[in-house]
């Protein structure tokens, strides 16, 4: 994934089974092909964003952060005093950047990506608030979260209409403060149709997405009673 040509890849390490081993490993692989590795944390804790930076990653894209406090918390955790409070140690950072650990350490403040994501109604209503803090380089949208948060009581899931709005009362927010804004997408013509409307840090499907898509597909060609549903006895 990291040799055909994306400019970044994120290691998901919040909504799958990946350990800080497994993404350390990763991170490598994906710097040593001259991508960028990011990596989505579990929340917005001081050791988990120090872990996954220790071990190699570029940048942090932090789930649900939801006031000013906790995105201040964030940026100190990614960064080295005077700027933050995160701590001095480890040597896959310096390693995924092919410099030594004194170099890192000079200018990694100016390096590491911080991500926010935004994934609540109740972070949307204060979302100047939140996009404002110094140090936040990205927006990125969950759309899945912000659906669900948006739900009536009774569970029923919030109209196209509502979401659209909603996702565009992000941007709106995110471009008065001067921020770049992300939203997750499942297809190219998505993705082109957000980049026109203004979002600037985009990811389009998964891995494993991309894998079963082509997997059917090739299902689909050889097998097609499969496909269709009508299983074959063999």
Same mark, same amino acid.
């Given at each position: 994934? $990291?040799?055909?040509?994306?400019?970044?890849? +994120?290691?998901?390490?919040?909504?799958?089974?990946?350990?800080?081993?497994?993404?350390?490993?990763?991170?490598?692989?994906?710097?040593? $092909?001259? %991508?960028?590795?990011?990596?989505?944390?579990? *929340?917005?804790?001081?050791?988990?964003?120090?872990?996954?930076?220790? %071990?190699?990653?570029?940048?942090?894209?932090?789930?649900?952060?939801?006031? $000013?406090?906790? *995105?201040?918390?964030?940026?100190?955790?990614?960064?080295?005093?005077? /700027? !933050? #409070?995160?701590?001095? @140690?480890?040597?896959?950072?310096?390693?995924?950047?092919?410099?030594?650990?004194?170099?890192?350490?000079?200018?990694? #403040?100016?390096?590491?990506?911080?991500?926010?994501?935004?994934?609540?109604?109740?972070?949307?209503?204060?979302?100047?608030?939140?996009?404002?803090?110094?140090?936040?380089?990205?927006?990125?949208? @969950?759309? #899945?979260? &912000?659906?669900?948060?948006?739900?009536?009581?009774?569970?029923?899931?919030?109209?196209?209409?509502?979401?659209?709005?909603?996702?565009?009362?992000? &941007?709106?927010?995110?471009?008065? /403060?001067?921020?770049? %804004? !992300?939203?997750?997408? +499942?297809?190219?013509?998505?993705?082109?149709?957000?980049?026109?409307?203004?979002?600037?840090?985009?990811?389009? !499907?998964?891995?494993?997405?991309?894998?079963?898509?082509?997997?059917?597909?090739?299902? !689909?060609?050889?097998?097609?009673?499969?496909?269709? @549903?009508?299983?074959?006895?063999?």
């Amino acid at each position: 994934m $990291a040799r055909v040509g994306f400019p970044w890849l +994120t290691v998901d390490i919040e909504h799958t089974h990946t350990d800080i081993q497994t993404a350390a490993m990763m991170f490598g692989a994906i710097a040593d $092909a001259g %991508c960028v590795p990011l990596a989505r944390i579990q *929340a917005s804790r001081h050791e988990y964003i120090k872990s996954v930076l220790d %071990c190699g990653a570029m940048g942090i894209v932090v789930p649900m952060v939801m006031d $000013a406090a906790e *995105a201040k918390a964030v940026v100190a955790a990614a960064k080295y005093p005077p /700027q !933050g #409070n995160r701590s001095v @140690g480890g040597g896959l950072h310096a390693m995924n950047y092919g410099t030594n650990a004194q170099d890192y350490y000079v200018k990694a #403040n100016d390096e590491i990506l911080v991500v926010i994501q935004t994934e609540h109604i109740a972070a949307v209503e204060i979302a100047d608030e939140i996009y404002s803090v110094p140090g936040i380089d990205a927006i990125f949208v @969950g759309p #899945n979260d &912000l659906a669900a948060s948006l739900r009536q009581a009774d569970g029923t899931p919030p109209s196209k209409s509502l979401m659209e709005e909603t996702l565009q009362r992000i &941007l709106a927010a995110a471009k008065r /403060q001067g921020v770049p %804004c !992300g939203l997750h997408v +499942t297809s190219y013509a998505d993705a082109e149709r957000r980049m026109a409307e203004g979002w600037q840090f985009i990811a389009v !499907g998964s891995e494993l997405k991309m894998m079963l898509d082509g997997a059917s597909t090739l299902v !689909g060609q050889l097998y097609p009673e499969r496909a269709s @549903g009508e299983l074959a006895k063999y």
